[in-house]
């Protein structure tokens, strides 16, 4: 069993940063894919970026590219989402989720464990 908690969310003005935290209680966590999706009010969740679990690619929605990272920290059981040059139309809650699929995807149904979303807000 995997659990997963979110961090690091609240309010920002535009163009500012905020830098997410997954932490992750279950064992083997280098084995899991790990992804962010987010979901805005009054629309359905979204695939935001993904990192693999054995040799940690990279997979980012073309909307974030270049503004967001993701990383992993293994001997830390931790993902992070770095979130910088922040726009109104990325406010949404943010979800962690971990799945065990050959590869990372975009796709939710890849992810079997996800954390509770933390609330990031950004103000125009």
């Known amino acids: 069993q995997v659990q997963l908690v979110e961090s690091g969310g609240g309010l920002v003005q535009a163009g500012g940063s905020l830098r997410l935290s997954c932490a992750s209680s279950?064992?083997?966590?280098?084995?899991?894919?790990m992804g962010w999706f987010r979901q805005a009010p009054g629309k359905e969740r979204e695939f935001v970026a993904a990192?693999?679990?054995?040799?940690?690619?990279?997979y980012y929605a073309d909307s974030v590219k270049g503004r967001l990272t993701i990383s992993r920290d293994n001997a830390k059981n931790t993902v992070t989402l770095q979130m910088n040059s922040l726009k109104p139309e990325d406010t949404a809650v943010y979800y962690c989720?971990?799945?065990?699929?050959?590869?990372?995807?975009?796709?939710?149904?890849?992810?079997?464990?996800w954390g509770q979303g933390t609330q990031v807000t950004v103000s125009s």
């Open positions: 990192i693999s679990g054995s040799v940690g690619s990279r």
């Open positions: 989720a971990a799945g065990l699929r050959p590869r990372a995807t975009n796709r939710e149904n890849d992810y079997d464990y």
């Open positions: 279950g064992r083997s966590f280098s084995r899991y894919n």
